[in-house]
């Protein structure tokens, strides 16, 4: 099932300098972004909160990812919550619960750039209830497509991220060629059979820029967790510099972690 929400017209791309061979860098082309599952309200959100929004604003990113977002009765949308505290946000949550339900969980985007086109995709298979959200935004003059998701979970459904992946990228390929950024928590290790038609395509992005960042587990193990890097920040071959990718929130504050995921970052230059 797809749905898409036109906000406004498509940026037309400019046409390029038929002799610049070698494009000077550009700080208006470069974008921040930034995936990071919150846990929902699970530990201590109350403690927690203040721990998240505090890395995302130091973080300062052009666009957030976020997986595991719940809103409830007593429980404001925790992405709407954030983009407020932040300032300058707006939000994109996506989820398979319907509108108007009191309970809703799912994944958002949170962007300070213009939103040109927003979408939402269910997975298959649907009773996993796993989502993509679009995004489209203007960087230096054109549209760059967005692309966040949170695949299933269990290490040994290899298959079910299989076919996950494989609708996520027949959603983004589809789309008309707008250089394309896949984020999001992928329950697997970038090198993962599952993962070979996204490496044939997309960058690791903290792979390419920091071997030894992407060594380290997104998992914070001190939760049970396995040591495992499963937050990815995938980048269109040949569309973009990575100018930077790390870690961050990957510290607990006073005994307190911000999530039981620490986030990843890149700073990227469109070419």
């Known amino acids: 099932m797809l749905t898409r929400r036109r906000l406004l017209p498509l940026a037309v791309a400019l046409p390029l300098a038929a002799c ?16 990071f599952n919150i ?10 909160r203040p721990l998240v929004i505090a890395a995302l604003r130091h973080l300062d990113a052009d666009v957030i990812a976020l ?16 983009a407020r505290a932040l300032g300058g946000y707006s939000v994109h949550f996506v989820s398979v619960d319907p509108q108007g339900q009191t309970r809703r969980y799912g994944n958002a985007v949170l962007t300070r750039l213009p939103v040109l086109e927003s979408g939402e995709h269910r997975l298959r298979p649907l009773e996993d ?20 998701t949170h695949l299933h979970h269990t290490p040994e459904g290899g298959a079910m991220r299989a076919s996950q992946i494989n609708d996520v990228l027949a959603v983004i390929g589809a789309e008309d060629d707008a250089p394309t950024i896949l984020l999001g ?33 997104t998992l914070v193990t001190a939760h049970g967790h396995r ?4 937050d990815h920040i995938f980048v269109q071959r040949g569309r973009f ?5 790390a870690l961050a929130a990957d510290q607990p504050v006073v005994g307190v972690w911000p999530s039981d995921h620490v986030a990843v970052v890149a700073r990227l230059r469109v070419r």
Not at 72 to 79: F, G, H, M, S, V
Not at 241 to 245: E, G, K
Request: glycine share 2%; net charge negative.
């Open 67 to 82: 997986q595991e977002v719940l809103q409830d009765t007593d429980l404001p949308n925790q992405a709407e919550d954030i």
């Open 227 to 230: 040591s495992e890097r499963i």
């Open 20 to 35: 610049a061979a070698v494009p000077a860098a550009d700080s208006s082309a470069e974008l921040t972004v930034v995936t």
């Open 39 to 48: 846990w929902h309200d699970m530990g201590d959100w109350p403690a927690r």
């Open 241 to 245: 510099d990575i100018l930077y990718a």
């Open 185 to 217: 928590d992928f329950n697997a290790s970038a090198e993962v059979p599952e993962f070979m038609t996204v490496r044939n395509g997309y960058i690791d992005a903290l792979q390419s820029a920091d071997p030894v960042a992407a060594a380290r587990s």
């Open 129 to 148: 209830s796993r989502t993509l959200a679009t995004v489209r935004v203007p960087v230096n003059g054109r549209p760059v497509q967005i692309a966040a």
